[in-house]
T-cell receptor, first 114, second 113 residues
Framework: GEDVEQSLFLSVREGDSSVINCTYTDSSSTYLYWYKQEPGAGLQLLTYIFSNMDMKQDQRLTVLLNKKDKHLSLRIADTQTGDSAIYFCAERGSGSSNTGKLIFGQGTTLQVKP | DGGITQSPKYLFRKEGQNVTLSCEQNLNHDAMYWYRQDPGQGLRLIYYSQIVNDFQKGDIAEGYSVSREKKESFPLTVTSAQKNPTAFYLC????????????FGQGTRLTVV
């Protein structure tokens, strides 16, 4: 079945780069997403990548996709304390094109130390 | 400003009672979704609606009901049949089902007392 896995916690120092990793099982995934959730809030879409791309860069964010290994990563350059949040990886498989259903990972809590 | 509004932010329910969570969007989106979030877990889909007067069960629909009488509104009722209702509930919408970007509300935290 469809499954998305993430490590639960990452701690970095302010100014360092953060790399959050995600693996997924559905080889037919069409889109892969990164969402950010601040405490007590909803999810904010950070970026997404289409499955025929290897990399996408958007300001401080870089997404890398390795389709062969079904591995997705989010790199945040020059991490700031305001980046502290839970980051969710999500995928939408081709089988979900008629539902819009997203499969979410458990979320990675990013702690940024001053 | 366009967006999704969920209310209330916090909700307390006694065991055995039904409770309804509100979700309203002014984005003119056709598709709307309800997700449940538990600590240390990802989001799980409860129900979704592709268009007015239509809705479909998600992965964990048991103990929940929805309606979609208006395009802007997709309320979720947590019934007494839901055995473990304490959770964070998130509503989302997208232009249409399968569209790339889904926008989320701020969530409702439901606690059974």
């Amino acid at each position: 079945g469809e499954d998305v896995e993430q490590s639960l916690f990452l701690s970095v120092r302010e100014g360092d780069s953060s790399v959050i990793n995600c693996t997924y099982t559905d080889s037919s995934s069409t889109y892969l997403y990164w969402y950010k959730q601040e405490p007590g809030a909803g999810l904010q879409l950070l970026t997404y990548i289409f499955s025929n791309m290897d990399m996408k860069q958007d300001q401080r964010l870089t997404v890398l996709l390795n389709k062969k290994d079904k591995h997705l990563s989010l790199r945040i350059a020059d991490t700031q304390t305001g980046d502290s949040a839970i980051y969710f990886c999500a995928e939408r498989g081709s089988g979900s094109s008629n539902t819009g259903k997203l499969i979410f990972g458990q979320g990675t809590t990013l702690q940024v130390k001053p | 400003d366009g967006g999704i509004t969920q209310s209330p932010k916090y909700l307390f329910r006694k065991e055995g009672q039904n409770v309804t969570l509100s979700c309203e969007q002014n984005l003119n989106h056709d598709a709307m979704y309800w997700y449940r979030q538990d600590p240390g877990q990802g989001l799980r889909l409860i129900y979704y609606s592709q268009i007015v007067n239509d809705f479909q069960k998600g992965d964990i629909a048991e103990g929940y009901s929805v309606s979609r009488e208006k395009k802007e509104s997709f309320p979720l009722t947590v019934t007494s049949a839901q055995k473990n209702p304490t959770a964070f509930y998130l509503c989302a919408s997208s232009i249409r089902v399968g569209h790339t970007e889904a926008f989320f509300g701020q969530g409702t935290r439901l606690t059974v007392v």
